[in-house]
């Protein structure tokens, strides 16, 4: 499809064990934004591939990035005046396009300092499956720099995170002694009016896909050979509705492409990353990535209207820091609350106490949890024990839902997921 290639996914039905498999777009789950979709079993006509191709066909940009980079290079050239930013297309203007975006709403005067943080002069796209371009508040942007600074990396691999890309690149532009780099690895091509092609590649984190090629998948392995791969960090802030399992595919394999740099002692190493996501989805995380811990620092958004830091309780951030960094190393700031546990030997939120029968601090959501003898766990300070479902949950649940049972075989006590009738087959 015009994203790149399809993901096989199955189409279970009530009371069958074996779904049928088919193929959609990566990174589209709605499909208004994307209606590929085909049987895996299914015999494809010549007509509809070809008109699949012409469609993929027309929905390509307008410009190939390295057009893009010579009309940024004339555009920077143009008094002020004359530089002219169509807001309905999304697109820097030169003089003899001017009359073709007539009637458009226009932003004028663009200066270079405009140029220089594009993610406040495009348009979030904020369909929440598919780009959900959440920006870094400047807090959390300036906090994960100094922190990347701080554990002496100098190339930074910034998967989906446009704010600490050019954070990084306006930096390198005004300070001579300013030795981190970066790399921009996203889906938006609009970043391609204001990046080199060794400063950005359009990517697919959903299906690792390079849309420039083998030229763009060759620009990112030499980003992470240089230094013989030494000193670099993946950052990445995939949408919140993405799925995990597809996600986790795309940086094993940038992970691999990592360890296939000729440094002797990569084979048993991960590359450093920090994976921002929210915690509900430690567990699934955990699941690809049994290395990885779950810092307590709450990572806030500038166009969110929840993801803010400062709120209490239920309305905190959920979002955090995922990595395979040790997690003592990583210093969380003391005058925003957060303290050093010397038994756990991790920063955490004033919030998190530590359990003594767990041994941990077990607080995910920056509220004090409280354990529960029965369930043999902590649990949110909303929930009570309830005998009927053996398990702690909000006091006005229904319990009836807990006898729901499995999508494939009907049967109460697992989910389609784990159901014994899969494994058979």
């Not at 010579?70 to 002219?84: A, C, D, Q």
């Not at 921009?184 to 009016?193: A, E, G, K, V």
Request: glycine share 4%; net charge positive.
């Amino acid at each position: 499809c015009p994203l790149g290639p399809a993901l096989l996914f199955v189409k279970m039905s009530q009371g069958k064990e074996e779904g049928r498999r088919f193929y959609a777009c990566s990174a589209c789950r709605d499909r208004k934004d994307c209606n590929f979709f085909q049987w895996e079993d299914e015999k494809v006509s010549e007509t509809r591939l070809a008109a699949r191709e012409e469609c993929n066909r027309n929905r390509q940009p307008s410009f190939t990035h390295r057009q893009n980079v010579e009309r940024y290079k004339s555009f920077v050239l143009l008094p002020l005046s004359k530089r002219k930013f169509c807001q309905e297309c999304q697109q820097l203007l030169l003089p003899a396009e001017w009359e073709k975006h007539c009637g458009h709403q226009f932003l004028c005067d663009i200066s270079i300092a405009q140029l220089k943080s594009p993610s406040q002069l495009l348009y979030p796209l904020e369909n929440k499956k598919t780009n959900a371009q959440y920006l870094f508040a400047d807090r959390s942007c300036h906090f994960l720099l100094d922190l990347i600074i701080a554990l002496g990396f100098r190339r930074v691999l910034s998967v989906g995170t446009p704010r600490l890309h050019e954070m990084i690149q306006s930096k390198a532009s005004q300070k001579e002694d300013f030795s981190v780099r970066s790399l921009l690895l996203d889906i938006d091509f609009r970043y391609s009016q204001f990046y080199t092609e060794d400063e950005f590649c359009h990517y697919n984190m959903f299906n690792h896909y390079f849309f420039g090629g083998e030229a763009a998948h060759e620009t990112c392995r030499k980003f992470l050979y240089q230094d013989k791969g030494e000193r670099v960090i993946m950052v990445t802030d995939p949408p919140f509705g993405g799925l995990v399992e597809a996600l986790a595919s795309s940086f094993k394999k940038l992970m691999t492409m990592w360890r296939e740099t000729k440094k002797e002692g990569h084979d048993n190493q991960e590359m450093p990353v920090f994976w921002i996501f929210p915690y509900f989805f430690e567990s699934r995380i955990l699941e690809f990535f049994p290395s990885f811990s779950m810092m307590d620092y709450q990572v806030d958004y500038d166009n969110h209207a929840l993801y803010k830091h400062g709120k209490t309780g239920r309305r905190q951030s959920p979002v955090r820091i995922f990595t395979n960094i040790i997690p003592s190393m990583i210093v969380l700031p003391v005058e925003e609350g957060y303290r050093f546990c010397t038994i756990c030997q991790r920063y955490v939120s004033s919030g998190n106490q530590h359990c003594e029968i767990c041994n941990s601090c077990t607080s995910k959501d920056g509220r004090r949890w409280k354990h529960c003898a029965l369930c043999n766990k902590c649990v949110k300070p909303s929930w009570f024990h309830c005998n009927n479902c053996n398990c702690c949950a909000l006091q006005d649940h229904a319990c009836e839902r807990t006898e729901a049972g499995c999508f494939v075989c009907g049967k109460a006590g697992h989910k389609r997921s784990t159901c014994p009738s899969l494994s058979l087959t």
